[in-house]
């Protein structure tokens, strides 16, 4: 089943997806592009992989470790709670993953009662805490992002 592939699709608020586009041009060969776009200062601790790869690890990440706060990410973005609660998802966000990798999501929301945008951001928060990320850097990312939407 490891090698059979399905579509997970999530669905976020403004906020998950600028939060996803500022982890992606860190981190995947897709968000690349977009570090000239949004004239993103490169850090040494960027790497290029493809946009699966990253997914799969992240999600793997939080679903083995637990991690059920997002305390780094509501330091980076401003009213954080508000924001994540208040507006509804009005976007969709499609991975390709592997259908054994599906499944462990799906348990993990239903077992934490969690939203789809929730899972996501927990994921980026658990990486937030294992590469011990800087957060002044993150915030500026994120920021410049929405300033351009």
């Not at 954080?80 to 976007?91: Q, R």
Request: avoid cysteine.
């Amino acid at each position: 089943m490891e090698n059979e592939k399905g579509v997970k699709a999530f669905k976020i608020n403004d906020l998950g997806s600028q939060v996803l586009e500022a982890f992606e041009m860190i981190y995947t060969s897709k968000g690349k592009a977009n570090v000239l776009k949004h004239d993103i200062e490169k850090k040494p601790f960027f790497e290029y992989q493809k946009i699966a790869d990253f997914y799969t690890q992240i999600f793997n990440d939080l679903i083995i470790s637990g991690i059920n706060q997002m305390s780094n990410l509501k330091k980076v973005v401003a009213d954080f709670d508000e924001k994540n609660k208040a507006k509804k998802p009005t976007k969709t966000r499609s991975l390709e993953l592997s259908k054994e990798t599906i499944l462990n999501i799906n348990k993990f929301i239903d077992e934490n009662n969690i939203t789809g945008q929730d899972f996501l951001l927990m994921a980026i928060e658990q990486r937030i805490v294992n590469n011990n990320l800087d957060l002044t850097y993150i915030e500026s990312v994120v920021n410049l992002i929405k300033k351009d939407l």
